[in-house]
Every structure is written in structure tokens, then in C-alpha cells.
């Protein structure tokens, strides 16, 4: 299986940088976009789906017994639970047709129940994070690895949030985390949020909730990088999301006891 998942990541990688390229030429064409509403701060357009279907159809062809869990276009995991690619083909949407070039795609690999790869493209920056166990994760080739410090003074920690939870408790951890010394910044891709923790560039990143495909590839990235990040399959995390908490080693237990304190329990 070992093999079988180096080809699966390094076949995403370059399917990561394809969609990528097709989501900048709608971006670039932003104008043309109409965006349909799915509910509260949740839109999605053409490029979403077609960036999917081109994942999903390069994926199918070439591993056309692996299962898949897409943002836009459902998931086909029933009957076949192994290995199973979870895809957000833009992840950022809400940035994307605001004009925002803080958005990604994000495809990441779960084989046997663990989350054992992930690639991220970011095509604005000319980016690509890549991480699978057991290998250094890299940033264009470039070794990544989490920030090694102890509590929040030392830099950003990204804080995001969504309608599908109750704001006050995170309102109350930014304030935390702010009374601790801490930035929070929200960039508007959960994704990309934690390919920025694999990478030392945040110290941390906190979301009561994210969905499967926000959460997966970053959170290989993060632990290929060595760094922490919770188990966000537990509780039946694919199907329905997860909180999600990652940072470098030695600030686990200070993103613990700040998730902790507004009534998370990680
Ligand atoms: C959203 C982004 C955002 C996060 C939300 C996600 P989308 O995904 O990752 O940063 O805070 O939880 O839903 O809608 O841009 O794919
Ligand atoms: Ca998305």
C-alpha cells in the first residue's frame, strides 16, 4: 500500500496544479461567474463544479476503485471505503468571487481510516504543499516545518469560523487569545490555514467546525510537516465535520487549554 500511496499523492500533485490553473482562468474571468447561494456565507458557482468534476473524473479514470468525497458533487463512499480522495476544488469560495486571492484546492487521501496525504494548490501564489506519511512535506520542493515555540506572542494564529456553529464561543477564544498576546487572523481558506501551520508561517490555526474536505489535506500536511493536529475523523468526522486545532508540537497543549477554556474538548 506503501507504493500505491506515493503514486496516488504524486498523481494528485499534478492534478492539484491542472485544477488549479482551470480555477485561476475563472478567476480571471470573475465577471462572467453568477454564484448560486447553498445557505449563509456558503456560495458556489461553475468554477466550484467544474474544478470538481475534473478532479473527480481524472480520479476516477486512473483509480476507478477508490471511493471520493467532494464538496460540490457528493460523496460515492458507500460500498468501497478504501482508499478514499476528499476534495475541496476551491476551497476559499467566499474569497474567490469576492476577487480575494486567498483561496485553494485541496485534495487529500484517506486509506484505511487515517489521513495519509494531502496536496494543496494555491495558484495566486504559485504554491504547492504536499505531505504524506513517513516523507518530509514540502512547499515547491522545499522542506516545511512547524513553528517550535511555546505560546502565542510569537506570531499569527489563524481563527476561522462558520454559520454552522454558535459565534460566542469563538468571539471568546479570540479573546483569549488576544489577552494572551496572540494575532488572530482569518484568511478565508481553512485550507490553506493549515498549509500555512505545516509550513512555521502561523503558529496555530482553530475552527469549532470544519467540513471533511476543508480539513483532510492540511491536516496531512501538518502532520507530515510534524507538527499536531486532532484526530478530525474520530466522531464520525468525514461524514459530518469535525472541530479542527493544529499547531507546532510545543504549542499543542496552549491551542488545548485556549480551545478548552471557551467549552471545546479536544
Ligand atoms: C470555508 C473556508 C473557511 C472556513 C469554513 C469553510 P469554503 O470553505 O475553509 O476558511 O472557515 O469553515 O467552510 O466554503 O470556502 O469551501
Ligand atoms: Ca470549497
Not at 244 to 266: M, N, Q
Given at each position: ?112 481510516g ?97 467540513n471533511v ?18 484526530d478530525i475523523l474520530a466522531d464520525k468526522g468525514l461524514e459530518q465535520g469535525s ?24
Open positions: 500500500m506503501r507504493d500505491s500511496i506515493v503514486s496516488r499523492i504524486e498523481f494528485a500533485t499534478a492534478l492539484a496544479n491542472e485544477a488549479g490553473a482551470l480555477a485561476q482562468d475563472y478567476y480571471r474571468s470573475l465577471g462572467e461567474l453568477t454564484a448560486q447561494s447553498k445557505g449563509p456565507q456558503d456560495a458556489v458557482s461553475e468554477a466550484d463544479r467544474e474544478v470538481e468534476a475534473m478532479i473527480r473524473a481524472a480520479l476516477m479514470k486512473n483509480f476507478p476503485n477508490d471511493a471520493f468525497v467532494g464538496e460540490e458533487s457528493g460523496s460515492s463512499v458507500a460500498g468501497k471505503d478504501d482508499p478514499i480522495w476528499v476534495v475541496d476544488p476551491i476551497d476559499g469560495t467566499q474569497c474567490f468571487l469576492s476577487a480575494i486571492p486567498s483561496w485553494c484546492v485541496s485534495i487529500g487521501l484517506i486509506v484505511d487515517r489521513i495519509v496525504g494531502g496536496v494543496i494548490r494555491d495558484p495566486n501564489a504559485d504554491e504547492t504543499f504536499v505531505g504524506m506519511l513517513g516523507k518530509d512535506a514540502r512547499c515547491n520542493g522545499r522542506v516545511m516545518r512547524p513553528r517550535d515555540v511555546t505560546d502565542f506572542t510569537d506570531g499569527l494564529t489563524e481563527v476561522g469560523w462558520s454559520p454552522r456553529i454558535p459565534a460566542a464561543p469563538t468571539a471568546r477564544l479570540i479573546e483569549n487569545l488576544l489577552e494572551r498576546g496572540g494575532i488572530y487572523r482569518r484568511s478565508g481558506s481553512g485550507a490553506l490555514g493549515l498549509a500555512y501551520v505545516a509550513d512555521g508561517r502561523y503558529l496555530g490555526y482553530f475552527e469549532g467546525h470544519m474536505w476543508d480539513s483532510c489535506a492540511g491536516a496531512a500536511l501538518v502532520s507530515a510537516a510534524g507538527g499536531w493536529v486532532n472541530l479542527v486545532a493544529a499547531s507546532g508540537a510545543p504549542l499543542a497543549a496552549g491551542l488545548r487549554a485556549l480551545a478548552g477554556e471557551v467549552g471545546y474538548v479536544l
